[in-house]
């Protein structure tokens, strides 16, 4: 059974950092694409960022996040710098095998439970 969990979430101020951390289980997700969600309370999931063949980042992140990820351990990991009031949000990890050459697609087949992050002084 594929599980994603999250954790790293939490509270910090403007212009802060965090580091999000998805532990995969339940297959081999060397091949799969990994991604990054978020949805801020009242608004749509929005995409972040994703790492398949190469990576790709929201516009709205870009500069600020990084996405990578640790095959040995199953590990997909999301560097957040600089972070903004805007980015307050639950972020959520994925995974899909469909979507390693295909990181512009954002369906995805298997998601985690999610962790809150709040950018707030």
């Known amino acids: 059974q594929v599980q994603l969990v999250e954790s790293g979430g939490g509270l910090v101020q403007p212009g802060g950092s965090l580091r999000l951390s998805c532990a995969a289980s339940?297959?081999?997700?060397?091949?799969?694409?990994m991604g990054w969600f978020r949805q801020a309370q009242g608004k749509e999931r929005e995409f972040v960022a994703a790492?398949?063949?190469?990576?790709l980042h929201a516009d709205s992140v870009k500069g600020r996040f990084t996405i990578s990820r640790d095959n040995a351990k199953n590990t997909v990991y999301l560097q957040m710098n600089n972070l903004k009031p805007e980015d307050t949000a639950v972020y959520y990890c994925?995974?899909?095998?469909?979507?390693?050459?295909?990181?512009?697609?954002?369906?995805?087949?298997?998601w985690g439970q999610g962790t809150q992050v709040t950018v707030s002084s």
């Open positions: 994925a995974a899909d095998p469909r979507r390693y050459w295909d990181l512009r697609t954002y369906e995805y087949d298997y």
């Open positions: 339940g297959r081999t997700f060397s091949n799969h694409a």
């Open positions: 790492m398949g063949w190469g990576t």
